[in-house]
């Protein structure tokens, strides 16, 4: 059941050892285009600009963001609401998009892509020849 309710919430429960379970979310994002360029910006709050991880393998792109847990110092947790998680998200990039020149900022629990498109292919004319 608990599963489940994640699964609607936009995160999930993942095992990670034998008696823990950690939540990865969903991050929200907005999605803009702009002179050429699509612009990506996922909300990751809560993680480092050190624990941002942006990866591109073929035409796959991933985010993802570690959280690390907080606890105040000196304190015992009672209670807790908030709930803390990695975040992960999985986009796959048309050709149009030119990878090589992909930028990467996080600022403020936000991480900003700008992928730009890549420049129109040209019709080639094809000589042919006859024998």
Known sequence: MAQEVARQEGREM??????RMAMSFTPAVDIFETNGTTVIMADMPGVAPEDVDVTLERQVLTLQGKVRPHAPEGY???????????????FT???????????ADFKHGVLRLE?????????????VRAN
Do not use: N, W
Not at 14 to 19: L, M
Not at 76 to 90: A, C, F, K, Q
């Open 76 to 90: 015992r947790r009672l209670s807790t609401e908030y709930r803390e998680g990695d975040y992960i998200r999985v």
């Open 14 to 19: 993942t095992e990670t050892g034998k008696d």
């Open 93 to 103: 990039l048309s050709d149009e998009v030119d990878q090589s020149k992909i930028k």
């Open 115 to 127: 992928l730009p498109r890549a420049p129109e292919a040209k019709p080639k004319k094809i000589k």
